[in-house]
């Protein structure tokens, strides 16, 4: 008897040559039964060891058996396909949009002024080359093969679950304090339609602090200016807070405003990826728009070069200090997005023969590239507000992510037509953050869907889940919007970055390198770029290279330094040195992303059976479900069975199977 997939193509092959009225002559063979028939010996058809007639036609002619009902089974659940992107560029410009960031506008420039100039950029490109790339590519590559979410793409290593779990609480931590920043350029764009400018030289309210006329316009021995005083007394109110124990009320301007961004969010996310997919071609773009516009006019003021300079030139004696390469590793990690789930999620909608390492070096490139073309907007203003006070670059601004909130304000302030810039820029800002934010988001969302598959079947069932996760955020996210919410939007910033994202990165290397295996891993890529060019196969060997020796030991050292440096060095932020039980409270939250390591490797192990050498060997072994992919390319599905237990083969016939249809002996009657 062929096979039952044998039996639809021969049918359907046949069909047109059989007579009207006349079955098919594979239709005539049972499903079910076990043809001995062949060309030369025809046989009676055996069913469970019974012979069963060859001219039985009706209910009457019945084997001698009782037939047993059966009862219905329930219909399978409707399999629903997983959503792919609309086009290669949309999860090309996703990326682009969700890497390049408000960290490349006020994160990259202000660790850049934070640690000595040029100097940073040393350590910046050697962890990218040697740690971020190779990682994003990683992170690609796992979301795409396994079409899945942070947590459930760890069907290729069940005991590493815990990978994916500590993703999602660093995307929780980002994504709690990240829209804060977008309700801070909310404010600014609002303020913006004024004219002039609250923050400029031109209105009345600064025209002391303009002329040096009053005496309480000072601070650690320099001039503060107008755009200084609106930042810490308008919008932070940080000087009504004594330190981090000493929160105050929420500022209500900035709670309307971060209601209104998390409203933002909810309503691009309510469709996933369809929508945002489309959004992605003004937001991801319109920036560098801005970006060209600010260079070329901060290159036309007086003082520029100082500060272009101050940015170039880089300071040796830092490269010592372990608070620069933490500051690199975490800028690398934070800017291109590793070890937030994002990646994953996004790669996890590709069409299975997606070019991921193409896409890999495009978005890797286009990112940094991107941060070092926006410093030079940073520190060209820089250099013109150094001149027109007559200080040191370095003693300009603030240190803190209030240096977009500072120097780019009276930049704009000295352009023609402000009010238009600024809203222009401020704009900008929203874009990128809105991008980013969508990113860590679809991580969250992404993992809960992959887990409760009953969300995706039900639109209104996902929105509500949408809609109270960003109640939530909003509700805990107003911490951070009073009087002395920047200290806890510094602690929150300064620990869900650090170590935890490097240990987590770190076991994700590990743990795809040497549990599930380079080797396939490698081969699980070549597979996913049919038409692989030589040069993918070149540059394959050097990641092969990076994820066995280089990043891991890199990484490695990188993590002992920041433990030294954390354990050594005070935090704070401007004059304000946090107390020991904040930091110990940042601690925790770093500790709590990482823990979720070996909590899950420890339920994964018992969950398995046998010795403790048996269930580790199980628990690192991938489930049958693992090589799956819901669509490829052209449209076909490749799914693999689960795990069947060999048992005697027995039918139940009932009386439907005698009646409907007419069992002949293979000759037509």
């Given at each position: 008897?062929?096979?039952?997939?044998?039996?639809?193509?021969?049918?359907?092959?046949?069909?047109?040559d059989?007579?009207?009225?006349?079955?098919?002559?594979?239709?005539?063979?049972?499903?079910?039964?076990?043809?001995?028939?062949?060309?030369?010996?025809?046989?009676?058809?055996?069913?469970?060891g019974?012979?069963?007639?060859?001219?039985?036609?009706?209910?009457?002619?019945?084997?001698?058996?009782?037939?047993?009902?059966?009862?219905?089974?329930?219909?399978?659940?409707?399999?629903?396909?997983?959503?792919?992107?609309?086009?290669?560029?949309?999860?090309?410009?996703?990326?682009?949009?969700?890497?390049?960031?408000?960290?490349?506008?006020?994160?990259?420039?202000?660790l850049?002024?934070?640690?000595?100039?040029?100097?940073?950029l040393?350590?910046?490109?050697?962890?990218?080359f040697?740690?971020?790339?190779?990682?994003?590519?990683?992170?690609?590559?796992?979301g795409?093969?396994?079409?899945?979410?942070?947590?459930?793409?760890?069907?290729?290593?069940?005991?590493?679950?815990?990978?994916?779990?500590?993703?999602?609480?660093?995307?929780?931590?980002?994504?709690?304090?990240?829209?804060?920043?977008?309700?801070?350029?909310?404010?600014?764009?609002?303020?913006?339609?004024?004219?002039?400018?609250?923050?400029?030289?031109?209105?009345l309210?600064n025209?002391?602090?303009?002329?040096?006329?009053?005496?309480?316009?000072?601070?650690?021995?320099?001039?503060?200016?107008?755009?200084?005083?609106?930042?810490?007394?308008?919008?932070?109110?940080?000087?009504?807070?004594?330190?981090?124990?000493?929160?105050?009320?929420?500022?209500?301007?900035?709670?309307?405003?971060?209601?209104?961004?998390?409203?933002?969010?909810?309503?691009?996310?309510?469709?996933?990826?369809?929508?945002?997919?489309?959004?992605?071609?003004?937001?991801?773009?319109?920036?560098?728009?801005?970006?060209?516009?600010?260079?070329i006019?901060?290159?036309?003021?007086?003082?520029?070069?100082q500060?272009?300079?101050?940015?170039?030139?880089?300071?040796?004696?830092?490269?010592?200090?372990?608070?620069?390469?933490?500051?690199?590793?975490?800028?690398?990690?934070?800017?291109?997005?590793?070890?937030?789930?994002?990646?994953?999620?996004?790669?996890?909608?590709?069409?299975?023969?997606?070019?991921?390492?193409?896409?890999?070096?495009?978005?890797?490139?286009?990112?940094?590239?991107?941060?070092?073309?926006?410093?030079?907007?940073?520190?060209?203003?820089?250099?013109?507000?150094?001149?027109?006070?007559?200080?040191?670059?370095?003693?300009?601004?603030?240190?803190?992510?209030?240096?977009?909130?500072?120097?780019?304000?009276?930049?704009?302030?000295?352009?023609?037509?402000s009010?238009?810039?600024?809203?222009?820029?401020?704009l900008?800002?929203?874009?990128?953050?809105?991008?980013?934010?969508?990113?860590?988001?679809?991580?969250?969302?992404?993992?809960?869907v992959?887990?409760?598959?009953?969300?995706?079947?039900?639109?209104?069932?996902?929105?509500?889940?949408?809609?109270?996760?960003?109640?939530?955020?909003?509700?805990?996210?107003?911490l951070?919007i009073?009087?002395?919410?920047?200290?806890?939007?510094?602690?929150?910033?300064?620990?869900?970055?650090?170590?935890?994202?490097?240990?987590?990165?770190?076991?994700?290397?590990?743990?795809?390198?040497?549990?599930?295996?380079?080797?396939?891993?490698c081969?699980?890529?070549?597979?996913?770029?049919?038409?692989?060019?030589?040069?993918?196969?070149?540059?394959?060997?050097?990641?092969?290279?990076?994820?066995?020796?280089?990043?891991?030991?890199?990484?490695?050292?990188?993590?002992?330094?920041?433990?030294?440096?954390?354990?050594?060095?005070?935090?704070?932020?401007?004059?304000?040195?946090?107390?020991?039980?904040?930091?110990?409270l940042?601690?925790?939250?770093?500790?709590t992303?990482?823990?979720?390591?070996?909590?899950?490797?420890?339920?994964?192990?018992?969950?398995?059976?046998?010795?403790?050498?048996?269930?580790?060997?199980?628990?690192?072994?991938?489930?049958?479900?693992?090589?799956?992919?819901?669509?490829?390319?052209d449209?076909?599905?490749?799914?693999?069975?689960?795990?069947?237990?060999?048992?005697?083969?027995t039918?139940?016939?009932?009386?439907?199977?005698?009646?409907?249809t007419?069992?002949?002996?293979?000759?037509?009657?």
């Amino acid at each position: 008897m062929k096979p039952l997939s044998q039996q639809c193509i021969a049918h359907s092959g046949k069909e047109s040559d059989s007579k009207p009225g006349e079955m098919s002559e594979e239709a005539k063979v049972a499903p079910g039964y076990t043809d001995t028939t062949t060309p030369d010996q025809q046989n009676p058809v055996q069913l469970n060891g019974l012979t069963l007639a060859h001219d039985v036609t009706s209910s009457t002619s019945q084997p001698p058996f009782e037939s047993q009902p059966t009862t219905p089974a329930s219909p399978p659940e409707p399999y629903l396909p997983r959503e792919q992107w609309g086009g290669k560029y949309e999860f090309l410009l996703s990326c682009i949009g969700y890497c390049v960031g408000l960290g490349n506008v006020w994160r990259f420039p202000y660790l850049c002024y934070r640690n000595g100039g040029g100097v940073f950029l040393i350590p910046y490109f050697i962890m990218m080359f040697v740690t971020g790339v190779p990682l994003f590519l990683m992170e690609l590559s796992l979301g795409q093969y396994g079409a899945a979410g942070p947590i459930t793409v760890w069907k290729c290593c069940p005991l590493l679950k815990g990978i994916g779990i500590g993703m999602l609480c660093v995307s929780t931590l980002v994504c709690l304090y990240y829209n804060v920043i977008i309700a801070w350029t909310f404010y600014y764009l609002f303020s913006s339609f004024q004219s002039p400018l609250p923050w400029s030289c031109e209105a009345l309210a600064n025209v002391a602090l303009c002329g040096n006329m009053t005496s309480g316009n000072r601070s650690a021995g320099r001039t503060l200016s107008p755009t200084e005083v609106f930042w810490n007394e308008r919008v932070l109110g940080v000087v009504n807070s004594k330190g981090l124990h000493d929160p105050g009320p929420v500022r209500w301007p900035l709670a309307l405003c971060l209601l209104a961004a998390w409203i933002i969010i909810f309503l691009c996310m309510i469709k996933g990826i369809r929508s945002s997919g489309k959004v992605v071609y003004v937001t991801a773009t319109f920036p560098y728009f801005v970006l060209i516009v600010l260079i070329i006019r901060g290159a036309t003021l007086e003082g520029s070069l100082q500060g272009v300079a101050f940015y170039l030139t880089p300071d040796w004696e830092r490269l010592a200090r372990a608070q620069v390469w933490n500051d690199a590793a975490s800028q690398i990690f934070y800017s291109l997005g590793i070890g937030f789930g994002g990646l994953l999620s996004m790669a996890s909608y590709n069409k299975f023969d997606n070019n991921v390492i193409r896409d890999t070096l495009v978005i890797t490139i286009g990112n940094c590239s991107t941060s070092f073309f926006a410093g030079f907007a940073i520190f060209s203003i820089l250099g013109h507000m150094a001149w027109k006070k007559g200080v040191p670059v370095g003693k300009v601004a603030d240190t803190g992510p209030g240096l977009a909130f500072v120097a780019y304000p009276e930049a704009l302030a000295l352009l023609p037509g402000s009010v238009f810039w600024s809203i222009l820029f401020f704009l900008m800002l929203f874009m990128l953050g809105v991008d980013t934010l969508f990113g860590n988001m679809e991580a969250i969302t992404t993992a809960f869907v992959d887990e409760f598959p009953q969300l995706r079947a039900n639109l209104k069932h996902k929105s509500l889940f949408l809609a109270l996760l960003c109640f939530v955020f909003y509700l805990m996210g107003l911490l951070l919007i009073t009087d002395g919410g920047i200290y806890w939007f510094t602690l929150i910033d300064s620990f869900s970055t650090s170590f935890g994202l490097i240990i987590i990165t770190l076991f994700m290397c590990i743990g795809i390198s040497f549990f599930y295996g380079v080797n396939q891993f490698c081969q699980d890529i070549l597979d996913m770029i049919c038409r692989c060019p030589p040069w993918c196969s070149k540059v394959l060997l050097y990641f092969k290279a990076c994820w066995v020796f280089c990043t891991p030991f890199l990484l490695l050292f990188i993590l002992t330094y920041v433990f030294i440096e954390m354990y050594r060095t005070p935090l704070r932020y401007g004059s304000y040195v946090f107390p020991l039980w904040g930091k110990a409270l940042g601690v925790c939250m770093g500790a709590t992303c990482c823990l979720q390591i070996p909590i899950w490797a420890i339920v994964a192990i018992c969950r398995e059976s046998g010795t403790l050498k048996d269930r580790f060997k199980k628990s690192i072994r991938p489930l049958n479900s693992w090589r799956v992919n819901d669509l490829h390319s052209d449209g076909t599905e490749e799914r693999v069975e689960p795990e069947r237990i060999e048992a005697p083969f027995t039918v139940n016939l009932t009386d439907f199977d005698f009646t409907a249809t007419t069992w002949e002996d293979g000759t037509d009657t």
